[in-house]
Each structure stands twice: as structure tokens, then as C-alpha cells.
């Protein structure tokens, strides 16, 4: 098998089965599989992503009773059987079309990642400025503190190969597992590539990143937590 996708969900029952759909036709030339991990969303995600995957044999759903982004990516990641896997937000902020070439990316390189900071890439959540800023600015002092050969430290559109996520675990809660995994792969070794999209307004509910100005700063402190710990351990 190819690719796994893994899709971590939280109350995305509006947008999984168009994901879902969206994701099968843009991978129709390869051999893969979808995991779906659902963090037992009370909106019943998982039982619309079980009724989808009751024709569609690609498709596997696994609940779980307990919650965090990281744990869950891992999860799928223990649970697939592709030779590479990606793994993506399940609100349609991220387009499936670009899984095909974050895939192809991998034919030179160990790991290949969707940015928004590099040339062609735009971050377009005009329905967030202040996530907008939030994540630039973290970009930025990711940057300053642990190289700029990565621009998109949080970015959580990647695509790995095996033998890399046979070799990094993800730790973290949030979005700061992005700039831990990224940053250890890069001191492994492995070579990473990033790839321009555009990251547009989620469709569907609320994003999970923060509320307001007191949410973000409280995640905030996790990611430069993450980013000053990194430099510490590994260096820049």
C-alpha cells in the first residue's frame, strides 16, 4: 500500500463525508487506505463516517474515548499500513488535491509538508485574523529559535514516510507536536520539503486552536514551552 491518510476528528460530522469524497477521488491512482480517529465526538462523527465506510472498503473508522490531537495522529499512524502516511484538519481548511503531490514530493525527500509561508502558499482564514496573526507569529519566533529552513513549523498537513515515523513518535498536545516533530526530523537527519496551499476558512463549526485572545495565549505558552525545550535539547 502506498499512502494512509490519517483524519483525527472532533465534531466534524458536516465535513468528514465531503472530505471523505474529496479525498478517495484525488487519490485514485494510488493504492491506499483512510483512517478516520475519532475522539468520541458528541456531534456523532463517527457513526456518519461509519455509514460512509460501509461502502467504501478504503475507509476505516476507529473511535476512541479519549481526546488530543498528537495522540490521535499517532494512533492512526500505529494503526495504517502504508508505506507513507499523511495526515491533515478535517474542517476543508487544508484541500485533499494537494495530498497527491505532498506524496509525489516524497520521491526526494523523507518528509513532505503543506505550507502556507512559502512562495504560493496563502493562509486565507479572513473569518480569523487574529489566528491568522497568532500563527505567523509563532511561525516567525519558531524560526528564530530553531532555523528558518522550515517556514511552516505548525503547519499539521505532512506527509511522511515510513521509516521516519518508525523513528520520530509525535508528542505534544496540540499544534505544538507539528513544530517538535518537524524540528526532530530535520536534526535526525531527514530531509524536508514544504509545498505551497492555500489554507482557507474551515466550512463547518469552531476552531479547536482557541477562543479569543486569552485562549491563544494560553496555547501560546504551550507552543513556545515546545520551541525553547527543542533548542535547549537539540540545538538550533
Known amino acids: 500500500m502506498e499512502l494512509s491518510a490519517v483524519l483525527p476528528t472532533y ?27 475519532d475522539d468520541d465526538s458528541p456531534d456523532g462523527t463517527a457513526a456518519v463516517a461509519e455509514a460512509y465506510a460501509q461502502s467504501q472498503p478504503a475507509v476505516r473508522v476507529i473511535r476512541r474515548q479519549e481526546r488530543g490531537l498528537a495522540s490521535a495522529i499517532q494512533t492512526g499512524i500505529d494503526r495504517s499500513r502504508g508505506q507513507a502516511v499523511v495526515w491533515m484538519d478535517c474542517d476543508l481548511s487544508m484541500p485533499p488535491e494537494v495530498v497527491p503531490r505532498l506524496h509525489a514530493a516524497l520521491a526526494a525527500a523523507d518528509v513532505a509538508v503543506g505550507s502556507r ?41 505532512v506527509c511522511a514516510r515510513r521509516n521516519v515515523l518508525d523513528a520520530i513518535r509525535l508528542s ?38 482557541g477562543a479569543g485572545l ?4 494560553r496555547r501560546g505558552r504551550r507552543y513556545v514551552t515546545t520551541m525553547v525545550g527543542l533548542r535547549l535539547r537539540l540545538g538550533r
Not at 187 to 194: L, N, S, T, Y
Not at 214 to 217: E, Q, R
Open 214 to 217: 486569552v485562549g491563544l495565549v
Open 117 to 157: 509561508y512559502v512562495a504560493g502558499g496563502v493562509d486565507a482564514r479572513s473569518n480569523v485574523r487574529l489566528h491568522r496573526l497568532f500563527s505567523r507569529w509563532l511561525n516567525r519566533a519558531a524560526g528564530a529559535l530553531l532555523g528558518f529552513g522550515i517556514r511552516d513549523y505548525t503547519s499539521g498537513f
Open 172 to 209: 505534544g498536545d496540540y499544534g505544538e507536536y507539528c513544530i517538535d516533530f518537524l524540528h526532530r526530523a530535520r536534526k535526525h537527519g531527514f530531509r524536508i520539503v514544504e509545498l505551497p496551499y492555500r489554507n482557507t476558512p474551515r466550512v463547518h463549526g469552531e476552531s479547536k486552536t
Open 11 to 37: 465534531n466534524e460530522r458536516h465535513s468528514i463525508v465531503p472530505l471523505l469524497e474529496r479525498l478517495a477521488s484525488s487519490l485514485r491512482e494510488l493504492t491506499y487506505e483512510i483512517l478516520v480517529i
